[in-house]
């Protein structure tokens, strides 16, 4: 069964083996798949924006993983997997810091991989809804259609993981959401992953929201998790 959003991956990936693998498995449930082993070409395939995921390993010759997720992210939200060698929380804290939007860390059995994958594929499916409101909150807008954030007409430079746990934190406006009410709502109910990577987001969010403009939308409910909290009579 194939994507539905995402048809093409491009896997960077200097294990010849491993990198054969992913391919074959990923044709196999209906995706094209494409390999680069290091990190300079991998860098300029996936700037040519011909794929719709990348599956980007940390370790690379030429150019490593992190950098290439940088670079990629100054100009594209392509959404990326990274695979990193070892359960180091560190690693995957930088990837994230970089711009991945998930990772998987090896081994890995390939359902995990490919439940990642349904993951972003339902949020590229939630971002195609046709639902093009803004959501409005203050001086802060959400623009649905343009998958944008402004502050103050300012553009808040969000990556799609940053954007998709906003807009789940603001249609919850004013509810105490737990950690796994989060994870579940972002990353869906089959994501691999514990629930340390929302306190790395929320982090991520409260940098460019809260902390670059001053506003107080992103509050932690001890004990519980985090709240979106708005009151339109005092216009925060």
Request: a negative charge.
């Amino acid at each position: 069964m194939g994507g539905l959003f995402v048809r093409k991956v491009l896997i960077i990936e200097d294990d010849p083996k491993l990198a054969r693998f992913i391919e074959l498995e990923l044709k196999h449930e209906g995706f094209d798949a494409d390999i680069i082993h290091n990190g300079r070409d991998g860098l300029d395939c996936a700037l040519k924006e011909e794929h719709d995921l990348v599956i980007l390993d940390l370790m690379l010759p030429g150019l490593n993983g992190m950098e290439v997720c940088r670079r990629v992210r100054q100009h594209s939200k392509i959404p990326i997997i990274m695979l990193t060698a070892r359960d180091d929380t560190m690693d995957k804290v930088m990837g994230l810091d970089q711009g991945a939007d998930d990772y998987v860390t090896k081994p890995f059995a390939i359902e995990e991989l490919l439940a990642r994958i349904r993951v972003l594929e339902r949020r590229l499916g939630k971002n195609l809804e046709t639902d093009s409101s803004d959501m409005l909150y203050g001086a802060l807008k959400i623009s649905l259609s343009q998958h944008a954030v402004y502050y103050n007409n300012t553009l808040v430079d969000l990556t799609p993981t940053e954007f998709d746990l906003l807009v789940y934190l603001a249609k919850n406006k004013n509810i105490a959401l737990s950690r796994n009410q989060i994870l579940d709502g972002v990353w869906g109910e089959d994501y691999f992953g514990n629930h340390k990577i929302v306190d790395v987001y929320i982090r991520y969010l409260r940098s460019k929201l809260d902390d670059e403009f001053d506003s107080h939308y992103i509050h932690t409910i001890r004990g519980v998790g985090y709240s979106f909290k708005y009151d339109k009579e005092k216009d925060i």
